[in-house]
């Protein structure tokens, strides 16, 4: 890969970073508070939906470093080593966690009753697309580790 590529993927994960955690010191809290004095019925939800919104942007947040460090591997041409295996475990791991707080969102806001279409849709939505990229980074994962082994193996050929 191309040393401007990674330095500008680098740069956008810096941006992504610093907006994310923006969104969590100012903007999920604020939202939650909002919610809470307009929907009086359900605001017992400010403080676990703050925690519950605060949790998946640490997840997202643990894949955008995850994906630094492999960019990292891919500039030292050492991607295919076994340094590579824990940073896309973890990521797999923060993808499963954030998709299973979608459900828990799912789950509590049904049992309110205050579910809306909208709401519904969209939180089925993050859960096909959690599904989705699990599934994805297993698949990839796989060719990692087939491509990490074939590489250990023409590197004793030669």
């Not at 891919?74 to 973890?90: C, H, L, N």
Request: charged fraction near 10%; aromatic fraction near 6%.
């Amino acid at each position: 890969m191309h040393r401007t590529t990674v330095l500008c993927l680098k740069t956008l994960i810096t941006i992504l970073l610093g907006l994310l955690v923006t969104c969590q010191i100012f903007v999920v809290p604020a939202v939650a508070a909002q919610s809470a004095v307009r929907y009086s019925d359900i605001a017992y939800f400010e403080i676990p939906g703050t925690i519950v919104g605060i949790a998946f942007l640490i997840c997202v947040e643990v894949v955008l470093i995850c994906v630094w460090r492999l960019l990292s591997l891919v500039r030292e041409d050492a991607i295919f080593s076994e340094t590579a295996f824990p940073d896309v475990d973890v990521s797999l791991g923060a993808v499963v966690t954030a998709t299973a707080l979608v459900v828990v969102a799912l789950v509590a806001l049904s049992l309110t009753g205050f579910m809306t279409a909208s709401i519904t849709l969209l939180l089925l939505l993050g859960i096909a697309v959690g599904a989705g990229l699990s599934l994805l980074i297993v698949v990839l994962r796989g060719l990692l580790r087939k491509a990490s082994q074939l590489e250990h193996d023409l590197s004793e050929v030669v």
